[in-house]
């Protein structure tokens, strides 16, 4: 069995963009690999975080794996920063990484403008600005083979493809080389409130994302207030955005093809459009945050399920850290 691996960000908010372009794919690949699906918490702290906040946001992370789908018997589930040598494959990886490759991370780049601070250098955290390679020692350390992540991660995924590469030349062969599973259409949900932006949690208003956890009428009214394009042809089209995200959307969570879709619509306008999307979108949340609140009702049981994971991935990273050594001539 091939070994895939995914993480996400404990935020408080999961969209429908972390769902279907990294989560669902994730819940498909636990059948035919051996998955690793994890919290990743340290990644987190790369931007100011309230202690009691993260530590619920960690556990909501577990729940809505588990609502999504996620298996803990097949999947190892587990949360970052009980696996310590994410971190210290991290320091050897940052003597390995270059500070200009980083500098071109697309994520960084934005992020840290939007930290709105006077100076990069004295407003910027070097965490924010090395996040990438923990994200590389997440990767590498278990021998992953495939990556699922949406398109926004792919330069990340890259990263860890060319640090692996270049140790390996370095040291012997040490890493496999990771490849990144980016879905063909969703990959990459557009907001609802300005279709050239990504969906994100992030973003300024509640409008552009989806949660996993908005009450049906909170989408109904997110997806009839979303902005569409000039013209009125429900038709994807590479100049119409808005419409394109909107019918990706529809076909996903509906599992039509999107000519299907666009044949329903034939003569009709956006109004009924949006009502039909709206109560797709609706039936497909719905049985998912009824359970994540299942789940989340029983700390006790997720506190149980993370640790399961981490006692299993601690002995892989053990094993793997141990090689890692050997290799760098520290082990005497
Ligand atoms: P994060 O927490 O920002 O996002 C989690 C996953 O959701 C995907 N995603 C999207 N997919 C489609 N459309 C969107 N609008 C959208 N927004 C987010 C992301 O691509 C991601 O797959 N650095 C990572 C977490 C991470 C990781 C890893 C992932 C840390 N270590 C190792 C894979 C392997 C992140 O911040 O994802």
């Known amino acids: 069995m091939k070994k895939s691996l995914t993480a996400i960000q404990p935020s408080g908010i999961l969209h429908l963009g972390n769902l279907i372009g990294a989560i669902e794919p994730a819940v498909q690949l636990q059948?035919?690999?051996?998955?690793?699906?994890f919290i990743v918490d340290y990644h987190a702290m790369t931007v100011p975080q309230k202690p009691v906040e993260l530590r619920k946001n960690i556990l909501f992370a577990a729940a809505a794996y588990l609502g999504c789908g996620i298996d803990p018997v097949k999947t190892t589930m587990f949360q970052q920063s009980r696996?310590?040598?994410?971190?210290?494959?991290?320091?050897?990886?940052?003597c390995v990484a270059k500070i200009g490759e980083l500098e071109r991370m697309t994520q960084y780049k934005d992020k840290s403008q939007k930290l709105n601070v006077k100076s990069q250098s004295e407003g910027v955290s070097v965490g924010l600005f090395d996040y990438p390679v923990l994200m590389a020692a997440d990767i590498l350390l278990y021998d992953t083979e495939v990556v699922?992540?949406?398109?926004?991660?792919?330069?990340?995924?890259?990263l860890a493809r060319d640090l692996a590469e270049r140790f390996n030349k370095q040291f012997g062969e040490t890493f496999v080389i990771p490849e990144p599973k980016i879905r063909a259409e969703g990959a990459r949900i557009m907001g609802l409130d300005d279709a050239t932006k990504k969906m994100s949690k992030s973003a300024t208003s509640a409008k552009s994302y989806i949660s996993l956890m908005d009450e049906s009428d909170v989408i109904r009214k997110?997806?009839?207030?979303?902005?569409?394009?000039?013209?009125?042809?429900?038709?994807?089209?590479?100049?119409?955005?808005?419409?394109?995200?909107?019918?990706?959307?529809?076909?996903?969570v509906t599992r039509r093809s999107v000519e299907s879709i666009e044949h329903s619509y034939v003569g009709k306008g956006y109004g009924d459009f949006?009502?039909?999307?709206?109560?797709?979108?609706?039936?497909?949340?719905?049985?998912?945050?009824?359970?994540i609140?299942?789940?989340?009702?029983?700390?006790?049981?997720?506190?149980?399920?993370?640790?399961?994971?981490?006692?299993?991935?601690?002995?892989?990273?053990?094993?793997?850290?141990?090689?890692i050594r050997q290799k760098l001539g520290i082990t005497l």
């Open 148 to 158: 699922p992540v949406g398109e926004d991660q792919k330069q990340h995924v890259e």
């Open 31 to 37: 059948e035919t690999s051996q998955l690793s699906m």
């Open 83 to 94: 696996i310590s040598e994410h971190t210290e494959l991290a320091w050897i990886l940052n």
């Open 274 to 291: 949006k009502k039909d999307l709206a109560e797709a979108v609706v039936s497909y949340l719905d049985p998912i945050r009824a359970k």
């Open 293 to 323: 609140q299942t789940y989340l009702a029983d700390e006790t049981e997720l506190k149980h399920i993370l640790n399961d994971g981490a006692e299993r991935a601690k002995k892989q990273a053990q094993f793997k850290m141990h090689r």
């Open 222 to 252: 997110k997806i009839m207030s979303a902005v569409t394009d000039s013209g009125t042809e429900i038709r994807t089209d590479r100049n119409r955005p808005a419409i394109t995200n909107l019918l990706t959307i529809f076909s996903i």
